[in-house]
């Protein structure tokens, strides 16, 4: 159950943004490791290769991307043990480590979906070419205005005040780019992805996700899920059906999902590579604990404190 909106204590959920190579080693002989071996059964792809050993370039493919993050995520919170969670919120492919934290999604049922997910959002992405730029320091009517002024840019991602994502095709973020000063854009920085994530250009990806979630359980679960579309909890269900479609062409409200839920003792607590997602909580909730695990040491260290 949920408890007191002023105490409450929500698991975060990384995106494939938040990769880098490597990330795996630290869990190469961790008990919790199994579930690499486990994802990698289900998938039949060696998990255990992209999280140790795969190149950068071979790690960015967006298939392989979505798949690590979720096998790392899915390592990570198995370490910790949290069972005193109140709510999970995930960003874009987060959102289904969140669903299989809070036990909406069984681990096969996950991983079918991350897979089949990856693998129509690449081809999506080369059927129509984009990508994201992150947008530093703009408010939000200044990007209003700007994006006017592009046929096919969109805001992917809501992540924190003075941080907005923008997806559109190659040729609308090389004009954006261009232009950026004349805009009145303090700072553009393109991102290492595979395409124009949480736009139209994806919209080629519906039908290939839309069968693999028909193929899926989704329990009840022991937690709600806040949802990227919507920023509003929801228990588990055949709902969630809807909204994982909504997801792949619609903006990942993460301020909004964390803003509405501002309390003095929060405790935000991120479960997977990175680190990214708790200092995006810092920029729109100063007052937040935020706990970052990513490695075996951050999972012991929480543990002793905890116990």
């Given at each position: 159950?949920v408890?007191?909106?002023?105490?409450?204590?929500?698991?975060?959920?990384?995106?494939?943004?938040?990769?880098?190579?490597?990330?795996?080693?630290?869990?190469?002989?961790?008990?919790?490791?199994?579930?690499?071996?486990?994802?990698?059964?289900?998938?039949?792809?060696?998990v255990?290769?992209?999280?140790?050993?795969?190149?950068?370039?071979?790690?960015?493919?967006?298939?392989?991307?979505?798949?690590?993050?979720?096998?790392?995520?899915?390592?990570?919170?198995?370490?910790?043990?949290?069972?005193?969670?109140?709510?999970?919120?995930?960003?874009?492919?987060?959102?289904?480590?969140?669903?299989?934290?809070?036990?909406?999604?069984?681990?096969?049922?996950?991983?079918?979906?991350?897979?089949?997910r990856?693998?129509?959002?690449?081809?999506?992405?080369?059927?129509?070419?984009?990508?994201?730029v992150?947008?530093?320091?703009?408010?939000?009517?200044?990007?209003?205005?700007?994006i006017?002024?592009?046929?096919?840019?969109?805001?992917?991602?809501?992540?924190?005040?003075?941080?907005?994502?923008?997806?559109?095709?190659s040729?609308?973020?090389e004009?954006?780019?261009a232009?950026?000063?004349e805009?009145?854009?303090?700072?553009v920085?393109p991102?290492?992805?595979?395409g124009?994530?949480?736009s139209?250009?994806?919209?080629?990806?519906?039908d290939?996700?839309?069968?693999?979630?028909?193929?899926?359980?989704?329990?009840?679960?022991?937690?709600?899920?806040?949802?990227?579309?919507?920023?509003q909890?929801?228990?588990?269900?055949?709902?969630?059906?809807?909204?994982?479609?909504?997801?792949?062409?619609?903006?990942?409200?993460?301020?909004?999902?964390v803003?509405?839920?501002q309390?003095?003792?929060?405790t935000?607590?991120?479960?997977?590579?990175?680190?990214?997602?708790?200092g995006?909580?810092?920029?729109?909730?100063?007052?937040?604990?935020?706990?970052s695990?990513?490695?075996?040491?951050?999972?012991?260290l929480?543990?002793?404190?905890?116990?």
């Amino acid at each position: 159950m949920v408890r007191n909106r002023a105490d409450l204590r929500i698991a975060l959920f990384p995106g494939q943004g938040s990769l880098k190579p490597g990330m795996g080693l630290n869990w190469a002989d961790h008990p919790s490791a199994e579930l690499f071996d486990q994802i990698a059964n289900v998938a039949d792809v060696d998990v255990r290769f992209l999280v140790e050993q795969a190149p950068l370039e071979t790690l960015v493919r967006t298939d392989n991307a979505q798949l690590a993050t979720f096998a790392l995520s899915a390592v990570v919170a198995h370490a910790a043990q949290l069972d005193d969670v109140d709510l999970a919120i995930g960003h874009s492919l987060g959102e289904y480590s969140a669903l299989y934290f809070a036990g909406i999604l069984g681990l096969a049922d996950a991983t079918k979906l991350v897979r089949a997910r990856g693998q129509a959002m690449a081809q999506a992405s080369l059927d129509h070419p984009g990508g994201l730029v992150a947008v530093l320091g703009a408010d939000s009517d200044q990007l209003a205005a700007v994006i006017q002024q592009f046929p096919t840019l969109m805001i992917a991602n809501q992540n924190a005040p003075g941080q907005t994502v923008l997806a559109g095709s190659s040729h609308d973020l090389e004009a954006l780019r261009a232009t950026s000063k004349e805009l009145g854009l303090k700072r553009v920085v393109p991102l290492d992805v595979g395409g124009a994530f949480h736009s139209p250009l994806m919209a080629s990806a519906h039908d290939s996700l839309d069968l693999a979630l028909a193929d899926t359980t989704f329990e009840e679960g022991r937690m709600p899920v806040i949802a990227n579309v919507d920023a509003q909890r929801h228990e588990g269900g055949n709902q969630w059906r809807t909204l994982l479609l909504r997801q792949l062409t619609s903006t990942v409200r993460f301020q909004d999902s964390v803003a509405q839920l501002q309390g003095s003792s929060n405790t935000f607590i991120e479960l997977g590579p990175g680190g990214v997602l708790t200092g995006l909580v810092k920029r729109i909730d100063a007052e937040a604990t935020l706990i970052s695990l990513a490695t075996p040491d951050d999972v012991d260290l929480y543990r002793k404190e905890r116990s």
